[in-house]
C-alpha cells in the first residue's frame, strides 16, 4: 500500500496550465423487492449470508431469471436522462476472478446496454447550465460485499483473513456512464458534484433507488485527465485527452469534488515532473483529502465478454417504453422553478432550500397548511441546526410535515411565539404527542388577555420609570427592556410585539 | 460484437421474466435373475399395442421385472400386480450384482428410492389416481442436482458435494413418484464421448466390458442397457444422450432446447445443453420426456409451451406419407461399413413402410465440428469458473506457501480438481473469448451456427424429419482414443448440428454391425418443437427393425457375469 503523499501543485496553477476532462461512472442500487436475478430480499444491514440461494450464490446449475421490475426501473432512469432505449438488448457476462464474485463472472451489459445517449442539464451554483452527455445506462448485479480483517484500513493487503457477504450479490445496479466532458475548466469538480446531486434527486423523484451515498445504494466512480491548453485561438477539442485514473466509490457530494480537485492537482504535479500518469485505479480517503494507488488498470484489462447464454434478449415492447415514459415524474429541475414561484423563495432562499434538501418536506408542510414562508423558516432554520448538530438527515429526524404545519399554524393564530414553538417542538420531538397535545399538556399558551397585558406593562411601566423617561425623551429602543420585564411578568406566555405597541402607546 | 441469432426475444410482459409479485422460488425437492437372450413374449409388447398393458385385466404376471419396458411396469405397478417397492429392489438388485462390472452408478440411494417407491404404494392403497410412471425407478445422470445426494459432474472438484437443491426435472420425477435409484456416470463436466474423462473411472459398455458406453452420458445408457434402470435421465450438449444411446443399443433423445428445463443441470454450454431420455423404446422415453418436459418459470430459456404430444406420437408409430430427409453431407460416407450397411437398411425399411425418401444437403454442417468447438469451450471456460474453492467443492493449499492468497488457493484447487480434458477446454474457451481473437473465433462460430440453422429450415422445406448414422463407430476399446482428442470429437459430427440449430433428435439401436456385432444408431432429426415427429418415426422404424431381427437389438446383448452375494 502507497503510503507516501503524492505531490501536488496548487489548483490556479494547474487548471492555468492543463483542460481538466471527467468521465463519471455512477452506480445505483435498484430499490426492488427481490434481487435481480433470483427471488431473495434485497435488505439493507441484515445478518449475513440470511438472503441468499442457489441463484445467488452461484451453485453449480442455478440459473438467473431477469427482474422484470428492475428493467423497468432502468427504462425509467434511461428515459429520465433523455436516452434511447434499446428494442432489443442482451445481457453479457464480465468475466474475471474475485472472491465476492459468486459465479466469477458479472451478469452485466456490454455492447448492447437498455438506455443509451443521453443527457442531463445540470445547475451550477452561479445559475447557469452545463449538459452531462450520457454515453450509456445499463443493467448488471452487485457482488458480494468482503470483509478483510487483520491488515490496515480492511483493504485485502496483510488482511489476517477475509469475510464475505452475499446478502449484496445479485442487488440489481444500473450503472450510468457519461460521455468524456469537457470545457468545464475551473469549474470541473462543481460540475461533477453538480451532476451527482442531480442525478441523485433525479432518481430520488423516480422512486426507483434510495439513493443513500452513505450506504453504498449511489456510488461514483470518477475519472479524471488532463490535457495541454490549446493556447489562443486553438480549437481545445483537437488536444488529445490524456491518461486518466480512476478515483473509485467516492461516497458523498462534498467528496467526488474533492476527489477530483485533488487528481487535478495530482496529475498536474506528475506532468511537470515530466513522468506520465499512471493509468490505474485510486482510493479517495475523506480523512487526509487525497487519494492513493489502488491497482494499475490498462484498456488491456480482458473481461472476456460474451452474450449472457442463460438468459434471453430483453426487448421492451415501444408500448411499454411510452407507458413508462408517461409515467416519470416532473424533471426536478422543472419542478424547482415551478415550486420556487409558487412559493415566492427569492433565488437565495431557494438555493438554501435546496443545500437543506428540503424541497420535499417544505412542499408537504404547506400542504398540510402551512405558509410557505414558514415552512421554509422551520425546515432550513431550527429543524436544519438541530439535525446537523445530530448527524442526522431532515426526513430522519422524527418530526413530521403534519407537525411542522401545525406548529407554524399555531404561530400565525397567535397562540405561541417563536421560542414557545421551539419548546413544543421539543416536546414533539421528546414524545410526547402532537403540537397541540404538547401545547396544552406544557401549558403553554400566549397571554391573549390585554387586561393583564396591561397591567404587566403598567407594573413594570412603574418599576422602571428611568427607562421609561428614555423612551418619553425619544430613545424608542429602550423599550426593549421593558418589554423583557413584561415577558418575564408574564413567564414567557405574552405576545411581544403586542406588548411593544401597548409599550409605546403609553409613552409616545 | 455481431448480433448473432436473434432467439426468442424477451418482451418486457412475457413470462421469461420474473414478476416481483410472484418471485421464483429461492430454493426448490424378490431378488431376481437375470437370464440373457430375446424374451419372446414381449418382443412385440414393447413396441405394439402397449395401451393395453394397462388394462390390468391383459397384463401377465411379471416374473422378470427389470427386463419390463417402463410402460409394462407402470401397467403392472397401476394394477397392483407388482408394488414399487418390490419393482424398486429389483432394480436395486441388479445393480448390485452388476455394477461392480459395469460402473453405471457413482452413487446409489438405495434408502431414498425404497422410501419413494413405499410412499408411492402408500398412496396407491390409499386408492389416489397417481401419474403414469409412479413407481418406475429411475437412474438420473450425475449432472442434475439431487438435495442431499452427493452431485459431482463427474469431476474431483465436487467430490462429496451434497446438494441443498433439486434440479427442476429432479422435482418433476419426484412429483411423478419415480425413485432415483441413484447417479450416475459420466464424463467429467459432460466433456467427452466414452465416461473416460470421469474422475471415477469409465463406465462399461454392457455388450462388450472392454469397450466405451459412449460419452458423456455413458453411465446412464450403461444402466438401461444392463437392465439396471429401466429409464435414465441423460443430458446431450453435442451428442452426449444420442451417442451413447447409439454404441449401448438403447434409445436416447435429445429435446428441442428450452423443451426441457436446465435448472439444476450443472452447466456445461448454456446454448447447448438439454437434458433428455434414455429408454430401451421409444414409447418408454415418449412417456419420460412427458414427465420432464414443460416450461419452467426458473430457466429463461425454458419454451412457455405445452409439451409436444409425444407419447400419442409413439403409440401412432406411422411414417405413411412422411418425407424423410437423407442429409447428403452425413449419409455414412466414410463412416464404419457396418454402421453404413445397418443406416442404408434402415432408410430402405422406411421407404417399405411407406416413407418418401428425399434427398437433402446441408453444406454448413462441415464447419459444425469447428464451431462447435470453439462456442462449447467458450461457454464452458465462463461455466466453470465458479469452481473457485470458495464456497463449496475441493479446496486445495498450494504446496511450499504458508498464508496462501485466495487467488493462489483458486489456482491450486482448479489444478488439483479439473482433469484435463477440462483444463483442455477451459484454455480453449478462455483463448477463443480473449479481446482481439473474439471476432475470428466465438463470433465467426456464432455466425456458422446461423448458417446451421438455415440449413436445417432449407432441408426441413423438403422433409418431415432428417435421418443421419447417429454415431461413426460401433463402441470403441477403452483406451483406444483417449490420447487422440481429435478422433474422440469426431465422435459428435453427426449429433453436433441439432445441438447447435437448437433441434431436436433421437438415436434408436438399427442392428448389428457385421464386423463387431456391436449394435450401431439411426439418427432422427427433426424442426425446433416438433418433437413429436421423432417418435412418429421412430416408433416406426424401431417396430419394423424389431420384427426384421426378430427382437428388440438389445436382447442379442450377451449376458453379463451376476454377482450372487447379495
Redesign the interface.
Known sequence: MTTTTDAVVGYDDAIARFDPVMGLEVHVELNTATKMFCGCATVFGAEPNTHVCPVCLGLPGALPVVNRTAVESAIRIGLALNCSIADWCRFARKNYFYPDMPKNFQTSQYDEPIAFEGYLDVELDDGSTYRVDIERAHMEEDTGKSLHVGGATGRIQGAEYSLVDFNRAGIPLIEIVTKPLTGAGERAPEVARAYVSALRDLVKALGVSDVRMEQGSMRCDANVSLRAKAGDGGDQNAVPLGTRTETKNVNSLRSVERAIHYEICRHAAVLDSGASILQETRHWHEDTGATTSGRPKSDADDYRYFPEPDLVPVAPAAELVEQLRESLPEPPAKRRKRLQADWGYSDLEMRDVINAGAIDLIEQTVANGATAAGARKWWTGELARRANNEGKALEDFGVTTADIAALDGMVRDGRLNDSMARQVLDGVLAGEGRPTQVADARGLELVQDDGALEAAVDKVIAGNEAVADKVRAGKLNAAGALIGQVMKELKGQADAAKAREMILAKLT | ?PR?L????????AS?????NN?????ARTSLSFFAGPRKESTDKVLGDTETSFEPQKVRILTDIIRQSAADLAGALASKQISAVEATQAHLDRIAAVDDDVHAFLQVDRDGALAAASEVDRRRAAGESLPTLAGVPIAVKDI??TRGLV?T?GSKM?EG?V???D?TIVTRLREAGMPILGKTNMDEFAMGSSTEHSAYGPSHNPWDLERIPGGSGGGSSAAVAAFEAPLAIGTDTGGSIRQPAAVTGTVGIKPTYGGVS??????L???LDQAGPCSRSVLDAALLHEVIGGHD?????SIDAPVPPVVEAARRADVKGMRVGLVKEISGEGFQPGVKARFDESVQLLTELGAEVVEVSCPSFEKGLAAYYLILP??A??NL????A???GLRVGPKGIERPS??QV?AASRDAGFGDEVKRRIILG?YA???GY?DAY?GQAQKVRTLIARDFNAAFEQADVLVTPTAPTTAFKIGEKIDDPMAMYLNDVATIPANLAGIPGMSIPNGLADEDGLPSGMQFLAPATKDERLYQVGAALEAALNERWGAPILSKAPALAVKESI
Open positions: 460484437m448473432r436473434r432467439r426468442s426475444a424477451l418482451q418486457c410482459r421469461s421474466t420474473r414478476s416481483e418471485p421464483a422460488e429461492c430454493s442434475a442436482t452431485t459432474a465436487l458435494w446438494p441443498p437443491y434440479a436446465r435448472y439444476g443441470l450443472v452447466a454450454a448454456s446454448s418459470p426458473m430457466d429463461s430459456t467458450s461457454e471456460s465462463s469458473a465458479r469452481f473457485d470458495m464456497r463449496y485466495a487467488e483458486m478462455t473469448l480473449s479481446s473474439y466465438y
